[in-house]
């Protein structure tokens, strides 16, 4: 297994539901990040995390909730989602907060 | 208000002629620049990047160009072949201090015409 890998790659769910989805990268990269992609829209920077520790959170709604246990791994707990929630959720890695990020295949969310 | 602008949401371009994909930013405090290209059902991959201290960077059939003054950069492909369609993103950053996040825009269809 290699880069950044993303699950589950698709997603619907209810407004009441509560899923996860989970990044994982072997690139032994430091830093993680969460993405939200609606369409026709640039990617929205959500949260970031640097050796485990967030150090980004773009005024993201409370029913995201990060967790990063370690470098290598990234979720995204998810509950009590709005329709306008519905988009294609991105996981990116990098060694740095600086360097270049590479991405994974993403989640594509759908919310009932 | 968005930092990083592409404003063609599309183009499209022959088999072999030259694709000229443009970005523009607001914020002159960026300093280092990337593109991205994404596939159907895949995530960005990183395909060139450019520091402020150059105005061109070239690898390969891409070449990207810097305009600091007019906070202009663009990509371009040549020759453009059938594999190179895809949503071409830019992105920018600021490399020091506590914004060292990219800022993207909102992305290019480029489809190449065999």
């Known amino acids: 297994e290699t880069g950044v890998t993303q699950t589950p790659r698709h997603l619907v769910m209810g407004m009441t539901n509560k899923k996860s989805l989970k990044c994982e990268q072997h690139l032994g990269h430091n830093a993680m990040y969460w993405y939200k992609q609606s369409a026709k829209k640039p990617l929205e920077l959500m949260f970031v995390y640097n050796f485990k520790e967030q150090t980004e959170n773009n005024s993201v709604p409370s029913r995201f909730s990060p967790e990063c246990p370690n470098s290598s791994h990234l979720f995204l707990h998810l509950h009590t989602l709005q329709p306008e929630d519905s988009a294609l959720y991105l996981c990116?890695?990098?060694?740095?907060?600086?360097?270049?990020?590479?991405f994974g295949p993403g989640t594509r969310l759908t919310v009932l | 208000d968005q930092q990083v602008k592409q404003n063609s949401p599309s183009l499209s371009v022959q088999e072999g002629r030259i694709s000229i994909l443009n970005c523009d930013y607001t914020?002159?405090?960026?300093?280092?620049f990337l593109w991205y290209k994404k596939y159907p059902a895949e995530g960005p991959t990183f395909l060139i990047s450019i520091s402020s201290i150059k105005d061109k960077n070239e690898d390969g059939r891409f070449t990207v160009f810097l305009n600091k003054s007019a906070k202009h950069l663009s990509l371009h492909i040549v020759p453009s072949q059938p594999g190179d369609s895809a949503v071409y993103f830019c992105a920018a950053r600021i490399s020091s201090g506590s914004a060292r996040q990219l800022t993207f825009g909102s992305g290019t269809q480029l489809t190449v015409l065999p």
């Open positions: 914020n002159s405090m960026f300093d280092y």
């Open positions: 990116a890695s990098s060694a740095r907060p600086a360097d270049t990020q590479y």
